[in-house]
């Protein structure tokens, strides 16, 4: 039991100055449905949403819809929506955020989803579903039909339970109250993420029955807006240490804590239906194309993430600001930025990239900031695509030889193979196709055959990239390298 009184309303008069919202909740209303309300929604596009209301108004309030667990229901609802963000970089500070009005946990509460969806105060929707959240096939984008919830969803029986039923369903609802245009905005670590919603939303309508699905197809052709955009910023797990500083720092007891860096970054295409919160306001950047930022983005951050998430764990090191300390593996980080990934990025006009590569890694230094490696490396079957392998794809074509992005390829398949750090310790495969990383590499005894039998996974690398001999070749290498000597000896130039 802890000593301290629960945040709520009731306890914003007592905090400092410095440490309220910048807005006054009571007095929003909500015209944001967020699907996804984990701790990445909370520290950046919540934080940017409240900034911008404080600069320009707008009932922009957010409902925060948790889809599979009611943690975070749990967490903020009897604290009226309210919880702080912990920055920690050189100095730590810590703010109430105000944003979130209401929450909703969606498999208990479909049917308010439904009505909020097609309610004509909301004018947006947004979404930080993650990877896996989109039920695509990462190689080709297309909706991945035979999901037994996708099906599920597509026959229409009971609430729909994927993030592409609900829009679509609600959607259909939408239309028949007649509550007018809407914007569905991806915010997930996905190259042209808005075109990616847009095209599993056509997916979905095209798999109704046509008297259904053709209508409705052709008015969200007319009403509906799927701009795509960037988001960045390290938001590591919260853990009990944190949540136990910020009732030293508040005075207050906060299950809601966030934690994460100073360093915030949101690129949007200014392509909205029904109006949007004045984000720039706020230091957003709102922009015609945001491709360019997109791919050095997911390339040069997440891309070097995942690599140092594998490398790093297999090393035996549990957070980023240790991995990144290592000297074999920040130089592999170092060259897959610079070797492989800058020559296949568009650099937008004006952008110094040899400085946001130098930024990037000093982020990945901070040292109070607990980002755990095996944090960043669920989930791999989703990122691997859109983080390692396009870079890989456009090096093979121009005829170089993307030797650290397949090292970072073969350090993700030492751990889904041996499962345990170089010291023993078991590292956890948390994927959605945990099963068949395991059928996979199970019967495979061989650097070889375990290569061989993850490039079969083509809902993962395609058809072209499994059938280049060279990258398969750099693959097998690296994989051979890590289980012979170890990270310590891969990496070494
Ligand atoms: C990370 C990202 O967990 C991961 O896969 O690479 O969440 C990363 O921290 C964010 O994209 C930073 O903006």
Redesign the pocket.
């Known amino acids: 039991m802890s000593a301290v009184a629960r945040l709520d309303l009731h306890a914003l008069p007592g905090l400092d100055a410095a440490q309220r919202p910048l807005v006054d909740p009571r007095s929003l209303g909500t015209g944001i449905v967020h699907l996804g309300i984990g701790a ?1 929604h909370r520290a ?1 596009q919540a934080v940017f949403t409240e900034e911008a209301i404080a600069a320009a108004g707008g009932d922009w309030g957010i409902c925060g819809v948790s889809q599979r667990s009611r943690g975070v229901v749990d967490q903020l609802r009897p604290q009226d929506g309210l919880y702080s963000v912990l920055e920690r970089g050189e100095r730590s500070s810590v703010r109430v955020a105000g944003a979130v009005r209401d929450l909703l946990f969606a498999a208990e509460e479909g049917e308010r989803l439904q009505a909020l969806l097609a309610a004509p105060g909301t004018r947006l929707v947004t979404l930080t579903v993650t990877e896996k959240g989109y039920r695509h096939d990462p190689a080709t984008g297309r909706l991945r039909r035979s999901d037994p919830e996708v099906a599920a969803d597509l026959s229409g029986n009971g609430l729909p339970r994927t993030v592409v039923g609900q829009l679509v369903r609600g959607l259909a609802a939408r239309r028949a109250a007649d509550a007018g245009p809407i914007t569905l905005l991806s915010c997930d ?1 996905l190259p042209a993420n808005g075109e990616v919603l847009r095209g599993l939303v056509g997916d979905f309508c095209a798999a109704l029955p046509a008297a259904e699905g053709e209508a409705l197809a052709a008015w969200i052709t007319e009403s509906v807006r799927f701009p795509s955009s960037m ?5 590591p797990a919260t853990t009990d240490e944190d949540r136990a500083q910020v009732a030293r720092l508040l005075g207050y007891d906060d299950h809601g804590v966030v934690v994460t860096e100073p360093f915030r ?1 949101w690129v949007v295409e200014d392509d909205f239906a029904a109006g949007r919160p004045a984000w720039e306001r706020a230091g957003a950047v709102l922009t015609a194309d945001v491709a360019p930022y997109e791919a050095m ?1 997911l390339r040069l ?2 891309g070097s ?2 690599t140092l ?1 594998y490398l790093g764990a297999l090393a035996g090191h549990a957070h980023v600001a240790e991995a990144i300390r290592d000297p074999g593996i920040a130089g592999v980080v170092a060259a897959l930025m610079a070797q492989d990934v800058e020559p296949t990025l568009a650099v937008p006009d004006g952008f110094d990239v040899a400085a946001y590569q130098r930024q990037l890694i000093e982020r990945f230094h901070n040292p109070a900031l607990r ?1 755990r490696t095996v ?2 490396a ?2 791999g079957t989703q ?1 691997l695509p859109q ?1 390692l392998l396009g870079t890989i794809t456009e090096r093979l074509a121009a005829g170089a030889e993307p030797r650290f992005a397949c090292l970072g390829v073969a350090a993700w398949m030492r751990y889904v193979w041996v499962r345990q750090a170089e010291d023993g310790t078991p590292l956890p495969v948390d994927d959605p196709l945990a099963d068949r990383l395991g059928e996979l590499t199970a019967q495979a005894a061989t650097p070889q055959a375990v290569a061989d039998a993850l490039l079969s996974l083509e809902e993962v690398f395609g058809e072209d990239l499994p059938a280049n001999e060279r990258f398969r070749a750099l693959v097998t290498e690296g994989l051979a390298a890590l289980t012979k000597g170890g990270v310590a000896a891969a990496t070494t130039p």
């Not at 988001?231 to 938001?235: E, L, P, S």
């Open positions: 990445f950046h670590n988001v960045d910023r390290i938001v970054q983005k951050l997440n993430h995942s998430a980002h944090q960043i669920m989930d990122k983080r």
